[in-house]
């Protein structure tokens, strides 16, 4: 994510709650749509902005902010290959950032804004993959609420291929058996292969559907453990969009325990794989050095605004002043360095990282 900073006074003043504040959140991919469509729906959404302002504000409070939104309007980058996009407008600040993650249009004029109110504008949709597996033949889904959608991958699905290319290594082998066992295992981890591949683009949680035999095997494989949140036994080869949708209901029901779960694996990967960041004071200093992948915190942790140190080092203090009057605290401050950088974050219930002093950090490297 870029940020675009306007601000031209951050500076924190009493009876900031009496002032008028502007937050549009809102899709905006110029990649895929035309820049006068683009226009339209935010000369809608300003306009709204506008009408809600005059009908709650005086006069001379409401105008001001309306001109800064207008003229703020007028810069965006249209060039930009982001999802979606945040404005944030008041009498003493105004910033634009551009998001890697979908949302849910918000158009708010009250007293306050937050940053985290960027990462509970995404949408909450329930995506996951289904990688469908037998002794013969590999399908991967991606699903949601209402539809499956194959997914094509380069890696041959289908054992048959593999075959011939392994018959002259194992030909040595009497035992038919043990041929057999060879070529599953080569052909289940091209599988895996293919599967990372897909992960790298779109993380998300992995159902694994296959026969007892072939989920023993695929499991001492794979190399995607952390992303596979259920191995489900049976042949679903045949199996329709409807049938594999109601074997995945039970799972489904408890998608957020889930997918927590799925969370508390990726932390424990990243932690064995020295990518992972424990803690505020660590999380702070990793999130300024813009290699953040996964921010994930408690929903109610808080943690005092911080002085920030050129070792590095940070300390509590009293004094908010120098802090952009939506930013409540540290965790608010690293929550902004992560989505600026491109990174993600994710919310859990409290308790839930209490093996990571609430808060911790996903590094790529």
């Known amino acids: 994510m870029k940020t ?15 002032v008028p504040a502007v937050s549009i959140i809102m899709p905006f991919q110029p990649m895929m749509s035309s820049k006068s469509e683009l226009e339209g729906k935010l000369k809608i959404a300003a306009e709204k902005v506008e009408t809600e302002l005059m009908n709650n504000y005086a006069g001379e409070k409401a105008l001001p902010v309306i001109r800064k939104l207008t003229n703020l309007l007028t810069t965006l980058n249209y060039n930009t290959h982001k999802k979606s996009i945040a404005i944030f407008v008041s009498p003493f600040i105004e910033s634009v950032y551009y998001l890697d993650i979908a949302v849910e249009e918000r158009i708010a004029t009250d007293d306050s804004f937050e940053i985290r109110d960027l990462v509970n504008s995404r949408k909450n949709d329930t995506k996951y993959l289904v990688l469908i597996l ?30 011939n290319d392994f018959a002259e290594r194992v030909s040595n082998f009497y035992d038919p058996d043990k041929r057999k066992e060879i070529v599953l295992d080569k052909f289940l981890h091209h599988m895996d292969e293919g599967l990372s591949i897909i992960l790298n683009a779109c993380n998300l949680p992995v159902f694994v559907l296959a026969p007892e035999r072939v989920l023993g095997h695929f499991k001492k494989i794979t190399r995607n453990s952390e992303k596979l949140v259920a191995f489900i036994n049976g042949n679903y080869d045949d199996a329709t969009e409807a049938e594999i949708r109601n074997v995945l209901q039970p799972y489904l029901k408890n998608w957020e325990q889930m997918k927590q779960q799925a969370i508390l694996q990726e ?99």
């Open 4 to 18: 675009q900073s306007l601000r031209k006074d951050n500076t924190r003043i009493s009876g900031i709650h009496e």
């Open 134 to 163: 037998n002794s013969e033949r590999s399908r991967m889904y991606e699903g949601n609420c209402s539809k499956f959608v194959l997914i094509k991958s380069n890696v041959p699905e289908n054992i048959f291929a593999y075959k």
């Open 267 to 365: 932390l424990e990967n990243a932690k064995s794989t020295h990518k992972l960041s424990v803690g505020i004071h660590e999380v702070e200093k990793s999130s300024r050095q813009k290699n953040s992948r996964l921010l994930i915190v408690e929903k109610d942790f808080v943690y005092p605004p911080c002085t920030v140190y050129p070792c590095g080092e940070i300390s509590e203090t009293v004094s908010t002043s120098s802090l952009p009057f939506y930013i409540k605290d540290t965790v608010d401050s690293v929550i902004e360095k992560v989505l600026q950088n491109g990174g993600n974050v994710e919310f859990v219930e409290n308790g839930v990282l209490k093996n990571y002093d609430r808060i911790a950090l996903i590094k790529y490297y």
